[in-house]
């Protein structure tokens, strides 16, 4: 399957040499596109490849380099994540679920690597991940879990927030699985973005993908506005196998009291600390 990857990589990078007039993509900057799960992942993604339509940029159709075997929930060594960021060559396109470890964030901070880090609201995940894991992907590990032992979305949701720890394997709280992942917060050289800004201040938000890109090495041949609309265009969410509902805010609706509660007794101030909420009176 990777052998079969590769190859087709190799096809796509030589279409893109012969398009651009170039005799190879050294120089290029590397794409990639990090996320807690259910964050916007597949929306970043898209925008991403839509470079390759402004320059010689590859979408690499190399698979998500992830912390975690998705059927079986075994945590990945560093060693293996960054032997897969390794395979990636300049030019490429790529994306995955990282947490902020030493090795991985030299990588994806330094050249050739141009890196986006996009949040959304915590609340917004949890109810995304509920829906992900008992209706959309049979294979994910806390599937049998959440599909056969808990009965109602209430109880999955109460267990995406506070953690399962009877779930094989056990399942920690929202609050202690996004941990890892805020270091990227303060990585300077990583371009950190909302998911809510895609819907809210799309035209800003998509500038500031495309400069941090041109910051990074990406030979940008046309106009920003031509540039901008390029973008804009490639984002279709329904084009994405994860995509359910979209949008922001649904939380609203999805959590009972309850949930309210649970949220602020077990993951009290991660949406302080990710600006989503100046205190816990929501």
């Known amino acids: 399957m990777m052998k079969a990857r ?5 096809i796509r990078r030589l279409r893109q040499q012969i398009r651009y007039a170039r005799l190879s993509l050294q120089g ?3 794409f990639f596109a990090n996320s807690f799960p259910k964050s916007g992942t597949h929306l970043l993604t898209q925008i991403l490849q839509a470079f ?26 560093e060693d293996e994540i960054v032997a897969d960021l390794k395979r990636f060559l300049p030019g490429d396109i790529g994306y995955g679920h990282l947490h902020h470890l030493p090795s991985v964030a030299q990588i994806l901070s330094s050249p050739p690597f141009a890196t986006y880090f996009i949040l959304r609201d915590p609340r917004d995940v949890a109810v995304s991940h509920v829906h992900y894991v008992t209706e959309m992907e049979p294979r994910h590990a806390h599937h049998a ?39 990227w917060l ?47 265009n490639s984002i279709q969410p329904q084009r994405s196998p994860t995509f359910r509902k979209g949008g922001m805010g649904g939380w ?8 309210r509660q649970l949220f602020k007794e077990c993951c009290a101030e991660i949406v302080e600390v990710l600006g989503y909420e100046k205190d816990e009176n929501w």
């Not at 506070?162 to 394997?169: R, S």
């Not at 609203?252 to 949930?259: G, K, N, S, V």
């Open 52 to 77: 390759a339509d402004l320059g010689p940029a590859v979408d690499s159709g190399l698979p998500a380099v992830v912390m975690y075997e998705g059927d079986v929930g075994r945590l990945r060594s």
């Open 145 to 183: 879990y959440f599909a056969h032992e808990l009965t109602t979305f209430e109880e999955r949701l109460a267990a995406t927030i506070c953690g399962a720890p009877n779930a094989n394997p056990p399942l920690p709280s929202l609050a202690d699985r996004l941990a890892p992942y805020l270091g």
């Open 28 to 30: 290029l900057p590397i």
């Open 186 to 232: 303060e990585e300077p050289s990583i371009l950190t973005l909302r998911y809510e800004d895609f819907w809210q201040d799309r035209q800003s938000v998509l500038r500031k993908v495309l400069e941090h890109a041109v910051r990074r090495g990406f030979p940008l041949r046309q106009n920003v506005e031509e540039a901008l609309r390029v973008l804009e």
């Open 6 to 10: 590769l190859v087709r990589r190799l």
């Open 252 to 259: 609203r609706e999805a959590f009972t009291p309850y949930h």
